[in-house]
């Protein structure tokens, strides 16, 4: 039986240098269009590392710039909201396309799934930058990652830190475009279900609410659900709401998990879905899909969100700076059977 062939030896920079007859320094420069080098050395000294088969190690050029390529995508929110039935399901859809985004710009993407209580431990992480899913005001992983000196970007801002670049999630716009439907499927006193947290996507939500109540002569009914209790804190605060106020003919919650815990309420009260009450939320995703009935919900543009997100926090990491805030195209409602406007799913 034959030996097999022995393995080729992969092609180093000296290599490329000793055939190119350059120093290795000349083929670095080259090779990553730095420093000096007259334009024909650096095309011979490409052509010659495309001939031989060369491939820089990215082990290598991580030791030599101290550099990992590698940015961290980090939800804010708890796991009891991001999980369970969601499956991850907003994290995922803006993982999807932000990983392809980083890709084309060299970087790896890792994904940091939310933990069930306190800080992730960031410190753990080989990263160059990081994203950060709508983070408090007092949120511990941006202000880690802020005194690490590393270039942070949110989606969504983060209230009172206006130091950290951005991209807008329209929280106002989203909250006008579910409490005018609901209006217009006829509901008379609508109610808003938002998390206890300080996170700029309710404090938005809030002002969005108190403009339309002044606007249509309601009477503002906010309850509030910590997103540590997750579906349950939901259908609690909604018992509780509907206990004091059993005349609400619309609610609009706008953290899915809420909304989905909401219905459990409606259905335990002996109120029916949309003929007694209509329900919407924000996030159109496995939760909202999945309930009985369907919830209306809103297609957020997560895919553009992502892609700018990576382009805002790459821009960043080259050293360019640039804008501070991007905005997706607003958002669009998807109507379904929870608020009586389309056939279920």
Known sequence: MQSPAPTKPRPTIADVARAAGVSTTTVSHALNDK????????????ETARALGYRPSVRAQRLRTGEAHTIALISSMPFEIAGGASRLGFLMEVAAVAAAAALT???????????????LPLEQLDI??????????????????????????????????DAVPYVDVHSSATTELLLNHLREQGSMKIALLIGAQ????????????????????MTPLIAVADESGGEDAGRDACASLLDEHPDVDGLCA???AFAVGAVRAIGQLGR?????????????????RSCRPPLTAVDLHLD????????????????KGGARTVAPPLPELVPRESSGAGAAD
């Open 128 to 161: 160059d930058g990081a994203i950060v899913i709508e983070p408090t005001a007092d949120d511990a992983n941006v202000a880690h990652l802020q005194e690490r000196g590393l270039p942070v970007v949110c989606l969504g801002r983060q209230t009172g830190n």
């Open 105 to 119: 710009r060299g970087l790896a993407l890792v994904l940091v799934p939310p933990m069930m209580a306190g800080r």
């Open 198 to 217: 300080q996170r700029n996507s309710y404090i938005e939500a809030r002002d969005a609410y108190a403009r339309f109540c002044a606007t249509h002569g």
């Open 272 to 288: 029916r879905i949309p003929d007694d009450i209509k329900v919407v939320t924000r996030y159109d995703g496995t939760r909202a």
């Open 35 to 46: 420093g000096y080098v007259d334009p024909q050395t650096r095309e011979r000294v490409k």
């Open 304 to 319: 553009d969100m992502a892609s700018q997100a990576v382009e805002l926090l790459f821009a960043h990491l080259a050293g």
């Open 254 to 256: 706008l953290v899915d």
